[in-house]
Structures are given as structure tokens and as C-alpha cells.
């Protein structure tokens, strides 16, 4: 499925709120010892896929869940954002 079909089909507002939920679920496990990394939170299965740059974490999130949407956060920030797919260049 293209990256803008699955956008438009996702409930963005209830992947944040679950991956929110599931990332204070989880932080404790990541803080501060992995501050600055990313997780990709895949909010039904609630599976969690670490990586050391955003990146890291998405390509691991789309091997085993390639038509998902995720919520993706930055460990020990504030900083959260949603995407559906990443592109290497």
C-alpha cells in the first residue's frame, strides 16, 4: 500500500493517544540510559522497535509491519511524530 493510502486510512489521533499510552508503558525500560534514540510503536500489536536514529527504528517497524502506521518518539523528549513510511535514500 502507498505511504499517502495509508495515511489517509489511519486514525492518527488514536495511534498518538495508544502510542503515547504505550510509551509511558515502556519509558521506564529506555530512560535515561537511552535518551536522544528513537522507538516506533506499532499501537495494536503494542510491539515497540528500538533504533538509534529515527530511521533505525522505522526500517525495523516496517520489516515485520510493512502497511502500518506508526507512532514514533523520541527517547526522554517531548518530541513525538507519526509516519507511515520511510523512504532510504
Known amino acids: 500500500m502507498e505511504k499517502d493510502e495509508l495515511i489517509k486510512k489511519a ?12 510509551y509511558e508503558s515502556v519509558k521506564s525500560q529506555y530512560e535515561p540510559q ?29 520489516k515485520e509491519f510493512p502497511d ?6 523520541k527517547i526522554g523528549y517531548g518530541y513525538t511524530e507519526t509516519l507511515a513510511k520511510y523512504k532510504k535514500q
Open 34 to 62: 537511552h535518551n536522544g534514540k528513537f522507538l516506533a510503536i506499532e499501537p495494536e500489536s503494542k510491539k515497540v522497535f528500538f533504533g538509534n536514529e529515527s530511521v533505525d527504528a522505522m526500517v525495523a517497524a516496517k
Open 68 to 73: 502500518k502506521v506508526f507512532y514514533l518518539v
Open 11 to 22: 486514525d492518527l489521533g488514536k495511534i498518538v493517544a495508544e502510542g503515547d499510552k504505550i
